[in-house]
């Protein structure tokens, strides 16, 4: 059952997947260029480890009724992924930075407090609301998100040294409940339109989905499939979809390669390809 004491557990598991997996990496390989574009694979186990503590502090605070932000971070909802990426990328490689040769270890110490944190957690604290610098986010979304941020964190380093690397299916319906809570956070403002733009995503799979995402002045946001009539539709299966809106799959050569098909109007589609550049 997908449940967040579930997730809990499964996000133990993949930690130490990624962990063993790092434990064979040769020292070249560390400095190696992530699919994450901004960092090496070194810098991408300094963010896993800085957003670790980073949810336990929140956490921790947001169970104690204080969701205030953190020193240093801007109100909540205030910023989304294009304008706070700076700032994470800043605290990210730093935090690799100080932590030198204990990177790994430092990896594996956090993840395991961060599962014993969130094991004392009973069913009451699941809707706790805690900080985040996209808004006041409920305990059972910071598992999702730290559950889709240690797999896909885990893509981007195994896929530049292995290029059969997949996302795990069993992270999926932790991914579309990030995207469905957070689709602003990922969403990056480009040309806008006078009028909104409708785009329908037809996902099929182990984990499927139907889902209008509207992008309508300098914003995104999901909305159930009705009547309306979309401005174009795209279908693919899961894991392509989330690795679009996670900005690690170009639309136009998933397209090519028949990864994902669309229908409508052609004109709008340069402009989704560019609206989810990662997050």
């Given at each position: 059952m997908d449940t967040p004491a579930n997730r809990v557990k499964l996000v133990q598991a993949e930690s130490a997947q990624l962990a063993h997996y790092l434990h064979a990496l040769s020292?070249?390989?560390?400095?190696?260029?992530?699919?994450?574009?901004?960092?090496?694979?070194?810098?991408?186990?300094?963010?896993?480890?800085w957003g670790a503590e980073l949810y336990m502090s929140v956490i921790s605070r947001g169970l104690q009724g204080n969701?205030?932000?953190?020193?240093?971070?801007?109100?909540?909802?205030?910023?989304?992924?294009?304008?706070a990426?700076?700032?994470?990328?800043q605290l990210s490689v730093a935090r690799r930075e100080s932590l030198g040769d204990q990177l790994l270890a430092t990896f594996t110490?956090?993840?395991?407090?961060?599962?014993?944190?969130?094991?004392?957690?009973?069913?009451?604290?699941?809707?706790t609301l805690c900080y985040h610098p996209a808004g006041l986010l409920p305990v059972r979304t910071f598992v999702a998100l730290r559950?889709?941020?240690?797999?896909?964190?885990?893509?981007?380093?195994?896929?530049?040294l292995a290029p059969d690397a997949h996302?795990?299916?069993e992270s999926f319906p932790a991914f579309f409940e990030v995207i469905a809570a957070a689709i602003g956070w990922a969403f990056w403002p480009g040309v806008q339109r006078a009028a909104p733009a409708r785009y329908r995503f037809e996902v099929t799979g182990s984990v499927a989905?139907?889902?209008d995402i509207v992008v309508e002045g300098g914003q995104a946001r999901l909305e159930p499939v009705d009547a309306t009539q979309a401005d174009v539709t795209f279908c693919c299966a899961t894991e392509p979809f989330i690795l679009l809106l996670y900005g690690r799959l170009?639309?136009?050569?998933?397209?090519?390669?028949?990864?994902?098909?669309?229908?409508?109007?052609?004109?709008?589609?340069p402009a989704f390809a560019q609206s989810f550049r990662g997050v």
């Open positions: 020292p070249d390989a560390w400095r190696r260029p992530s699919a994450c574009h901004r960092w090496e694979v070194r810098d991408v186990i300094g963010h896993l480890i969701v205030t932000p953190l020193e240093g971070f801007p109100p909540a909802g205030t910023v989304n992924a294009a304008s990426s700076p700032l994470l990328d110490a956090t993840s395991d407090q961060w599962h014993q944190v969130l094991a004392r957690c009973g069913p009451q604290a699941w809707e559950l889709t941020e240690v797999v896909m964190h885990g893509w981007d380093i195994r896929s530049r996302l795990s299916p989905l139907r889902t170009s639309l136009p050569e998933a397209m090519a390669a028949g990864r994902i098909t669309a229908e409508g109007d052609a004109g709008l589609i």
